[in-house]
């Protein structure tokens, strides 16, 4: 069983930063791609950014690129979100998941975190 638990949410005005991290549970953490997906309030989850095992291969989602990017420390077991020049329609829930690919399909990726809200202010 794989547990990943996501941190680093929180209130941030328009403009600013966050960091979200992931740390998983297991010894299985860099044979997978890793992905960040988010779901805001009456909207359907919808992926952010993906990474293989090896961090050769990134994508964006096309709302991300030039503002967020994606990282992973498999000798910690631990993805990351860095966040720049947020906006209010960044405001959501995220989650990590691992997938067996970098697809930008929530359903390839099998485990999922719990989530961390991520509030923009304007």
């Known amino acids: 069983q794989v547990q990943l638990v996501e941190s680093g949410g929180g209130l941030v005005q328009a403009g600013g930063s966050l960091r979200l991290s992931c740390v998983a549970s297991?010894?299985?953490?860099?044979?997978?791609?890793m992905g960040w997906f988010r779901q805001a309030p009456g909207k359907e989850r919808e992926f952010v950014a993906a990474?293989?095992?090896?961090?050769?291969?990134?994508d964006y989602a096309d709302s991300g690129k030039g503002r967020f990017t994606i990282s992973r420390d498999n000798s910690q077991n631990t993805l990351y979100l860095q966040m720049t020049s947020l906006k209010p329609e960044d405001t959501a829930i995220y989650y990590c998941?691992?997938?067996?690919?970098?697809?930008?399909?929530?359903?390839?990726?099998?485990?999922w975190g719990q989530g961390t809200q991520v509030t923009v202010s304007s």
């Open positions: 998941a691992r997938g067996l690919s970098t697809s930008r399909s929530a359903s390839a990726f099998d485990y």
């Open positions: 297991g010894r299985t953490f860099r044979r997978y791609a």
């Open positions: 990474i293989s095992w090896g961090g050769g291969t990134i």
